[in-house]
């Protein structure tokens, strides 16, 4: 059966391939758009690419995509993905730096697959942003500065940045991506298509990691766990969490209760001050950068929340940074 997919003007994908780039992370990135658009019967997902040299991306392995738009033409996209492997850190286009860095002032979401957050990093566009990148190239980004955000996960969406790790992890950033553009089911049938059965949370190696940290197995739960990690420095609202989750608020709110042993909100209040009190033992950020790069409004703001939470200041936990600072979202459900 074919999930109908509300109708609305297709979004605006740019795919920059960098010569070198993996031919697997690329497929696992684009494929998922393009059976999204044959599953639609229509264009939901307008797809371009986009290569360095401006004529055509020549992969790892020696393939070959044409480029189908150009830098600084009149192209106007909604994400753009650079897709990069090989030695990302030597890369040294300014052109492609600069445009990079136009589409950031002008709003454009910007993404890496791979390699491609290197390039992003060294664009300067990074800072104050959480972020991952494939496990060969995090030595490069710690060369490129200290103060980079850098998690070891699939993928990380911060906002206006989506970075992911490559090789098959950018199936599960699509199936999230998609989600949210258009729901759990069309999601799930694109999934299912590439018998993707097994979609696996940003925040961990397979979803078999949300089912052993929180006791839970029920779908719309893990579903609402994954949005709220996808969701930490611009957090969502109830209704919003219910309806990427496929259930309604109340039915949520019962699901938070009887399995965890809080609501909804409360939950996601914890998840989000679990990574603030990571980052205050991980980075050298300022407590109103982490403030900001954990969704809260003002320094004040989160300092009281992370007190009622935690028991004492976030500036105890940079002061005794080895102690166990294990965040109450982590707790047995109750």
């Known amino acids: 059966m074919v999930i109908s997919v509300e109708r609305a003007g297709a979004f605006r994908i740019g795919f920059l391939l960098i010569d070198g780039f993996a031919l697997m992370s690329y497929a696992s990135a684009v494929e998922p758009l393009r059976a999204a658009n044959l599953l639609a019967d229509r264009t939901v997902y307008d797809i371009r690419h ?57 709003g454009v979401r910007l993404g890496g697959v791979s390699g491609g957050p290197v390039l992003l990093a060294l664009a300067g566009l990074m800072e104050g942003r959480r972020m991952t990148v494939h496990w060969e190239h995090a030595p490069t980004l710690a060369e490129i500065s200290s103060t980079l955000i850098v998690e070891r996960t699939l993928y990380v969406m911060d906002r206006d940045r989506i ?43 397979q979803r078999a990691g949300l089912v052993e940290r929180y006791g839970i197995n029920d779908p719309a739960l893990i579903q609402a766990i994954e949005m709220m990690e996808n969701h930490v420095a611009d ?59 954990t969704g809260f409004a003002s320094s004040a703001h989160f300092s009281k929340a992370f007190r009622d939470v935690f028991g004492r200041a976030p500036s105890s936990f ?4 080895h102690q166990d600072d294990t965040g109450l979202a982590k707790s047995q459900p109750g």
């Open 50 to 106: 986009l290569a360095a040299g401006d004529r055509r991306g020549v992969s790892s392995s020696g393939s070959i995509v044409e480029a189908s738009a150009h830098l600084g033409r009149d192209v106007d996209f909604d994400l753009v993905l650079v897709v990069a492997g090989g030695d990302p850190g030597s890369f040294a286009d300014d052109r492609v730096f600069n445009w990079l860095r136009q589409l950031a002032r002008r």
């Open 163 to 205: 970075t992911c790790a490559g090789g098959t992890a950018p199936l599960d950033m699509m199936h999230a991506l998609i989600n949210e553009h258009h729901g759990p089911a069309f999601a799930r049938q694109i999934s299912d298509w590439f018998m993707h059965t097994e979609i696996r949370p940003s925040g961990g190696p």
């Open 318 to 321: 940079r002061a005794r940074p």
């Open 235 to 293: 957090p969502l609202d109830l209704a919003q969490v219910a309806q990427l989750s496929g259930v309604g608020p109340r039915q949520l709110n019962r699901l938070f209760r009887q399995r965890l042993g809080r609501s909804t909100m409360a939950f996601y209040r914890e998840l989000r001050l679990e990574k603030a009190s990571n980052l205050l033992t991980q980075s050298t950020l300022s407590l109103t950068e982490i403030a900001l790069a």
